[in-house]
């Protein structure tokens, strides 16, 4: 499957869980995250994928296999930041700078200084240092661009204290005091509102826009930690002394 492909299905599954959320929905989980709430299926969606990065990464035995693999999900990511999915950019570099896959030392040995180079560059674009200064740049300057749920999320908390607002989610969208939300309102108008995003499908990569949207077959994150282990155990560093007698 080309890169450019991949990005496609995997930003268009991503989509499919976008597409239910409404801005309402937005301003009530960030003044009360719940697990009801048609917000939580976007991060979910978002970890679900990082780890199913990751198992495709751990899952080879070789060490140039797993690079191999490493080479083409950054090949994948630069067709993201081409194409502008910044939230699959963000899963992919989510997954390749993990600690069960940054730390295998003989598999990025086979991995081509290029690939290496760009990878660092894609997670210093994402980097939450500076609040996302960069990435927050590239999604303001370029039409069209969603700005990934999390980041949005919480520039609505903060504004949310910063106003003092509060909204009761029981109360329905009578409640919102929307009088006191035009600083939220021209948030939301920076970016596209999820639920208005639409993208072009070719029929034939319908199912597996479908697979991926669904819970893709992954490890768990604690079985991610054994599998990076069983690949490259951790060194002890030095040895316990014996212990001697004093005469």
Not at 140 to 150: C, E, I, T
Not at 153 to 172: N, Q
């Amino acid at each position: 499957l080309p890169p450019a492909i991949a990005a496609h299905c995997l930003n268009a599954s991503h989509l499919q869980v976008l597409r239910l959320i409404q801005p309402w929905d937005l301003i009530a989980y960030a003044a009360r995250p719940s697990n009801d709430s048609l917000c939580a299926t976007a991060p979910f969606h978002f970890n679900a994928l990082v780890q199913w990065v990751l198992t495709t990464c751990l899952k080879p035995e070789a060490a140039k296999a797993r690079a191999q693999i490493i080479s083409t999900w950054v090949q994948i990511a630069r067709c993201c930041w081409e194409l502008g999915y910044i939230s699959i950019l963000l899963m992919i570099t989510a997954a390749l700078n993990s600690t069960p896959l940054s730390r295998l030392k003989h598999t990025w040995v086979e991995v081509p200084g290029d690939a290496q180079r760009e990878l660092g560059a894609f997670i210093q674009f994402c980097s939450p240092i500076g609040n996302y200064g960069p990435l927050r740049e590239f999604v303001y300057s370029h039409k069209g661009v969603v700005m990934p749920v999390a980041i949005l999320t919480r520039d609505i908390i903060m504004l949310m204290e910063m106003e003092s607002l509060s909204y009761d989610v029981g109360d329905g969208l009578d409640s919102i005091p929307y009088e006191q939300c035009q600083s939220l309102g021209r948030l939301l108008t920076l970016t596209p509102v999820y639920h208005l995003l639409q993208e072009e499908t070719d029929q034939e990569l319908v199912p597996l826009i479908q697979f991926l949207s669904n819970p893709v077959p992954r490890f768990s994150m604690e079985k991610l930690y054994k599998t990076s282990v069983g690949l490259e155990p951790i060194k002890q560093i030095g040895s316990r002394p014996k212990s001697s007698s004093w005469v």
